[in-house]
């Protein structure tokens, strides 16, 4: 068949529509939940919920971010480093956008994602107003290991915002270095951390912020050490980053992104090279939304 003006994620959008349709007719076709309820029934991801979430809180906290605060059970599981999907309102837009969990509040059942407008998805999220629902699937993805070891945060652009919760989390010594293209594009003041960590610092590439140059060159100009790394943000950074943690000999986590589609391990859209083999297909890649996203910097080809 011929699609003429279709984009890949506009083809899995009717692909997967009309597994929904036929599901409906032909109950051995197998839906997103079902796929999730046969996942719990393996005994993976047993606390993955789909839901509506309330909207609880929704600013916009700069040029281009908007923080949104959510009423959901999601909160009470939720790792530092998981993700949610969220749903469209709109069905001609089926699937769901993937945003990480900045901060997660379990006593008023809370999170806070922090996101920027990409696209249309992300346009419609940004009208939602307080008591508005939304549909939501998570938390997914496998988030960070939390070592109680001195750690070095090292986060670049919108990849510094899985790093809150993180930094919250951590047990040990943290020092945090966040690299922003510009003041404009930042998301977290310097001072913002210092409850968290014990060392903090900004740097940005025209030097509007902090620093002038990128995260590896304040990690080497003020020659800060760890004992173990955990990253997000974009890959030319991850990969410097991975590259760093070799030659100290220190592992490093590290949180990728991909175009997602399913969110949930079903559709393969998400695949990234790794060292070890996918434990179904015997191909050296795994799927970023459900073994990932995060990852040991030596087990991935970041190429
Ligand atoms: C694990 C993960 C965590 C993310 N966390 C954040 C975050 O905290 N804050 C934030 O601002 N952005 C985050 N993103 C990127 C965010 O998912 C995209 O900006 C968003 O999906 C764009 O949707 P849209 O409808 O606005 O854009 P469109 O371009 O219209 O989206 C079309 C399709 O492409 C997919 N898509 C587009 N861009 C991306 C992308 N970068 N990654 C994955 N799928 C994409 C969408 O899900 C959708 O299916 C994250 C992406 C991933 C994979
Ligand atoms: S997005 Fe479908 S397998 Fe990852």
Not at 21 to 37: A, F, G, T
Not at 202 to 220: A, F, P
Request: hydrophobic share 35%; proline share 5%; aromatic share 10%.
């Amino acid at each position: 068949m011929h699609f003429p003006c279709l984009s890949f994620y506009q083809i899995l959008a009717v692909f997967l529509r009309h597994i929904f349709v036929s599901y409906k007719k032909y109950p051995q076709y197998s839906s997103y939940l079902e796929i999730l309820n046969n996942s719990k029934r393996k005994g993976e991801n047993m606390s993955i919920c789909s839901e509506k979430a309330i909207i609880y809180h929704q600013e916009k906290i700069n040029e281009y971010y908007y923080s949104l605060w959510l009423i959901t059970q999601v909160a009470s599981t939720a790792r530092a480093g998981q993700f949610i999907s969220l749903y469209s309102k709109d069905k001609s837009r089926l699937l769901p956008r993937p945003l990480s969990i900045c901060e997660i509040d379990r006593e008023k059942q809370l999170i806070c994602l922090i996101y920027r407008i990409n696209g249309e998805g992300t346009k419609e999220f940004s009208h939602l107003q307080a008591n508005d629902e939304i549909d939501i699937l998570g938390p997914l993805g496998n988030g960070f290991p939390l070592q109680d070891k001195p750690a070095l945060l090292i986060g670049g652009g919108a990849g510094i915002i899985p790093l809150w919760e993180l930094a919250k989390s951590l047990p040990g010594e943290k020092i945090l270095v966040q690299g922003y293209r510009s003041l404009a594009e930042s998301i977290f003041p310097k001072e913002a951390w210092n409850p968290f960590v014990n060392e903090s610092y900004v740097c940005t590439e025209d030097g509007s912020l902090g620093e002038k140059g990128n995260v590896l060159d304040v990690i080497r100009n003020k020659s800060l050490t760890a004992q173990v790394i955990y990253s997000c943000g974009p890959r030319p950074m991850l990969k410097a980053v991975k590259d760093y943690a070799e030659s100290l000999s220190i592992p490093a986590w590290i949180s990728l992104e991909e175009h997602m589609a399913c969110g949930i391990g079903a559709c393969l859209a998400c695949v990234c090279k790794t060292k070890h083999k996918d434990k179904h297909s015997e191909v050296h890649y795994q799927r970023v939304c459900k073994e990932g996203p995060v990852f040991l910097a030596e087990e991935v080809d970041l190429s």
